[in-house]
Every structure is written in C-alpha cells, then in structure tokens.
C-alpha cells in the first residue's frame, strides 16, 4: 500500500508542477499557488477545500489488525487507513488537519499501549516508538492502546510541522485545524482510561497551542467579532476575515458535544479572549460561527443554509473506508455540492488496493469559489 501511495504521490506532485508552465493557468480559477486570481472582496469563507480526517493517522500494523478484526470485523475495516505526513499533505493542497488529543499532563500515561504490548514478540511485530511519549504535555493518537501510532505523536510537533510548512508558504488560504478531545475508554478489554479534560486541561490546551503559534497567525473568535455583540451577530454581519487578511494564517475548532464546549468556553458567552472556535449545534447560540456536519447526503439542505447564513462548515466526503471499498462518489458530490466550506476525506490520494476513489477539487487546486456563497465567480 506504501508504494502505491507514493506512486500517486509523485504523479500529484508531478501535476502540480506542470501547472506552473507558461499558458498552463487560462482555464483556472484558482483561489490559491501560481494560477491564483485576484479576488479582493472574497471573505475566507467564500472559498471551498479539501482536507484529511484524523490527518496524523499511520497504519495499524497487520498483526494488531489482526487482533481487533478477531474482536470487531467492522471496527478493523473501518481503521484500516492512514495518511501521509502533515507536510506532503499541505504539499498536495489539503487546507484542513484533523488532531485527535489526549490529556497527559504528567507524561507518560500512554507510552506503553496495549497491541503492541501483546504483540510484541509475534511474527510481523513493528516496534513502536515512544520516545515523544514520556513528557508531560498532550498526545495525539486515535484510540489509546489500540490506534497509537501517529505521524506527530503530541500536539506541539503536529502545530509546529503545520507551522513551519505555513511559514514556508505564506500565501496559502486559511489552514482550519479541527480537533477531539478525547476522554473516556474503550469496548476493547484492557484499554486504559483517558483523562477528563477539565477547564485546567483547556487552559494547558491554550498555553501549548500559543507556545507555537503566535496570536497574530492565528484567526480567533475574537477577531472575527469584532465590536459586535456576539460572535454569531459577527458572522451573520459578514465579520469574517477577507481571503486576503486571512492569507498564511491558522484558525482552530474544537469538534466536540455541547457539555465540553462549555467547559472550554469557562464562561465566555462568544469565545472572548480565547484561542478557538468550537462546535456548535445551535445557530441561535452566541458563539455559533463554526459547525461540524459530518453527512453531507443527510444534512445536505442544513449545510447549504448554514453556509449561506454566514457560517464555516466542515463535512466528510467518506467515512469508514466505506466509499472508497465500494468506489462511491455519491457522499462525495453531496459534500462538493453543500458549499462546505472544508471537505475532509481519507483518499485524497487513492487506496488503490480499493478503488481509484478519491478526493480533489476541480482542477485539483487547493482551493475555488465556494459554490453555494459564490456560484458564479470569484473576482466580483
């Protein structure tokens, strides 16, 4: 599978490359790269991309599969993907990561997990490399014990690869990082509970996040409110950011449920003074800017009203390997035609092991005119 992903890897890049020959840019309208146009009254969320779900993810090797195929057949389909690393995938013109994080705030709670644990000694073991584990600080993986391996194993080395490549490329359109903060345990025996993530936990959260960053790459609630009464006021006033101030820099959303949205938010009725957007379910609510709607063929009509409304969205073009086992463009033209302004997928490269199923733009360029907010054009 490694050797396919490169093959298409070099061919994308390849691609990529030839866009840049004279002539090559007359038939793009590109909102981003070389053939960009310009588009000086576009708001960030006037535009459409595509990026990765559960970005960091490596491949569970088979002799772990093995072991939770014996548990959970559905479960191992549904795990049995990874992605490139952060870099090649901003490389390849995916503008949304996915972090799933973990609180580790003495280090070292998850540096010993269970499946490589129990197959350490079988035919086929890959050893698994803790070294970043043991610091206090928080992690990122998938599933404790069971889906740990991850191309960024904490939250610091994800944001500062993100960063970096950022820097690199300045001109780049808004980067969303979405994230779950993930608490509890698992169906699986023997998995070792996460902790809960308390409003101590957020504010360490805060703090490593602008350890990284500094505040002025980033595009926070604060920014987009402005001296509107609330965030959603804000929003539906068109306070977003314009492409061109939004250019180079980050924003971040916390995809979690309402009661650790209020945890995080400690009290600020529109995310005042803190660094993230988060979820919301309610487009009544005061800090309603952000929503994670994940079935664009369900949810397809509350997408495309969100959108018009004013508000960024996220939905997935695919889920559990399921299109892409089956070679099925139906989610993903649903997702595409909702105007969610960010379509997250595991294939923006094909598994072809599976099918040729994949995930690009038109024109395969980073980032277009958002049909729903900007049918027509983007240079009006």
């Known amino acids: 599978m490694r050797i396919l992903l490169v093959i298409s890897l070099l061919s994308m890049l390849s691609e990529a490359a030839s866009g840049q020959q004279p002539n090559a840019c007359e038939k793009t309208v590109a909102l981003e790269g070389p053939c960009a146009i310009q588009a000086t009254s576009l708001k960030m969320n006037d535009l459409q991309a595509a990026g990765s779900h559960n970005s960091y993810k490596l491949a569970i090797p088979p002799v772990e599969l093995a072991l939770i ?66 610091a206090p600080g928080f992690k990122v993986l998938h599933s404790q014990d069971i889906d740990v391996r991850s191309s960024c194993a904490t939250w610091i080395l994800c944001l500062t690869e ?75 006033a068109g306070g977003w950011p314009s492409l061109n101030q939004a250019r180079g820099k980050v924003f971040f959303a916390m995809d979690e449920r309402p009661e650790k949205v209020a945890v995080y938010m400690r009290g600020h009725g529109s995310l005042e003074g803190l660094p993230f957007f988060v979820n919301s379910i309610d487009e ?58 960010y379509i997250s997928t595991d294939y923006y490269v094909p598994r072809l092991a599976f099918s040729s199923y994949s995930v690009q733009l038109p024109g395969k360029t980073p980032a277009r005119c958002n049909p729903v907010r900007r049918p027509s054009s983007c240079n009006q």
């Open 69 to 134: 195929r014996d548990y959970n057949p559905d479960s191992a389909d549904s795990l049995d993907y990874s992605h490139l690393t952060l870099t090649n995938q901003l490389e390849l013109g995916m503008r949304q990561i996915e972090l799933d994080i973990v609180y580790d705030p003495e280090g070292g709670r998850y540096a010993d997990p269970l499946l490589p644990r129990q197959t350490a000694t079988s035919y086929g073991a890959q050893p698994y490399d803790n070294s970043a584990m043991h």
């Open 162 to 236: 993100i960063r970096n490549w950022s820097q690199a490329n300045p001109e780049h359109v808004p980067i969303l990082i979405m994230f779950n903060a993930k608490e509890g345990g698992s169906a699986y025996a023997g998995v070792k509970l996460t902790l809960d993530f308390t409003t101590a936990a957020y504010e360490a959260l805060d703090a490593e996040t602008l350890s990284v960053f500094d505040r002025s790459e980033i595009i926070t609630p604060d920014d987009v409110r402005g001296t509107s009464n609330t965030l959603r006021d804000a929003v539906l």
């Open 284 to 341: 009544e609510a005061d800090h309603a800017a952000y929503f994670t709607i994940n079935n664009p063929l369900r949810d397809q009509d509350r997408i495309r009203a969100a959108v018009r409304a004013g508000f960024i969205v996220r939905t997935r073009a695919d889920a559990d390997t399921r299109e892409a086992r089956s070679n099925s463009s139906e989610r993903r033209e649903a997702a595409f035609a909702s105007g969610a302004q």
